[in-house]
């Protein structure tokens, strides 16, 4: 019985440990994501803004 039980325990262990992984990776993907479309964004607004002061 307690063989089980620590079996079972193990097993939502790794699970959640998986599970906090891959929401980590998501995490770093996503904010390299949108730091690339703000970078993006900058750089699109720059030379409008350059043709004006002429």
């Known amino acids: 019985?307690?063989?089980?039980f620590?079996?079972?325990v193990?097993?939502?262990l790794l699970y959640?440990?998986?599970?906090?992984?891959f929401a980590g990776v998501?995490?770093?993907?996503?904010k390299d994501r949108a730091h690339a479309e703000e970078m993006a964004v900058v750089?699109?607004?720059a030379p409008a803004v350059a043709t004006l002061a002429r």
């Open 1 to 4: 019985m307690k063989r089980q």
């Open 16 to 21: 959640a440990q998986g599970l906090l992984g």
């Open 6 to 8: 620590a079996a079972s």
């Open 26 to 30: 998501a995490s770093v993907l996503l």
């Open 10 to 12: 193990l097993s939502a």
């Open 43 to 45: 750089e699109m607004a």
